[in-house]
T-cell receptor, first 115, second 114 residues
Framework: EAGVAQSPRYKIIEKRQSVAFWCNPISGHATLYWYQQILGQGPKLLIQFQNNGVVDDSQLPKDRFSAERLKGVDSTLKIQPAKLEDSAVYLC?????????????FGAGTRLSVL | DAKTTQPPSMDCAEGRAANLPCNHSTISGNEYVYWYRQIHSQGPQYIIHGLKNNETNEMASLIITEDRKSSTLILPHATLRDTAVYYCIVRVPGTSGSARQLTFGSGTQLTVLP
């Protein structure tokens, strides 16, 4: 079974530029998550989708971050404009459902460096 | 805020059992305890989870105290490939009543020594 796919693996941009990350979850997984992991810290949830609807985006900086999950499969996370503090690894995860028994499977992440 | 407390680092000799502790004294009755690990430059990997009873799978065993205020992850025969950051997570219920996000703390850096 294929895992969660993310691209690109690495991205370097200058501050105030825009960037987009792509995620393809495991087939059949209805729930998709985007996490931000700053160096030395644990991942922090940015947004959660159930199919193509947003379940939780309370920690998403909406003035610069946006995410969509068209057709309830692939998802894109965008940052515009980027700030230095956005340098982090952006992780995508998916699970079959939302309940406590559903395991989250993570992709390898996209490492973003903002210069 | 993280709801779990873990030691920042631990060492273990290769081939020996690694016992990773976690305190979650404010856990609610319907919250599960999850363990994930993150090997360098990879995404977190699920290990095991439990509610009340001890659990075992091909990767590890999870021992939860009777009062559920703490738990221990046991890797029975640690190998060098088990070197990673181990996260103990209590699943936070969502506003709709269904469990949703995983709230990661800083975890425990386990180093398996040859």
């Amino acid at each position: 079974e294929a895992g969660v796919a993310q691209s690109p693996r690495y991205k370097i941009i200058e501050k105030r530029q825009s960037v987009a990350f792509w995620c393809n979850p495991i087939s059949g997984h209805a729930t998709l998550y985007w996490y931000q992991q700053i160096l030395g810290q644990g991942p922090k949830l940015l947004i959660q989708f159930q199919n193509n609807g947003v379940v939780d985006d309370s920690q998403l900086p909406k003035d610069r971050f946006s995410a969509e999950r068209l057709k309830g499969v692939d998802s894109t996370l965008k940052i515009q404009p980027a700030k230095l503090e956005d340098s982090a690894v952006y992780l995508c995860a998916s699970s079959m459902g939302q309940t406590a028994k559903n395991i989250q499977y993570f992709g390898a992440g996209t490492r973003l460096s903002v210069l | 805020d993280a709801k779990t407390t873990q030691p920042p680092s631990m060492d273990c000799a290769e081939g020996r059992a690694a016992n990773l502790p976690c305190n979650h004294s404010t856990i609610s009755g319907n919250e599960y305890v999850y363990w994930y690990r993150q090997i360098h430059s990879q995404g977190p990997q699920y290990i095991i989870h439990g509610l009340k009873n001890n659990e075992t799978n091909e990767m590890a065993s999870l021992i939860i105290t009777e009062d559920r205020k703490s738990s221990t992850l046991i890797l029975p025969h640690a190998t060098l490939r088990d070197t990673a950051v181990y996260y103990c997570i209590v699943r936070v219920p969502g506003t709709s009543g269904s469990a949703r996000q995983l709230t990661f703390g800083s975890g425990t850096q386990l180093t398996v020594l040859p």
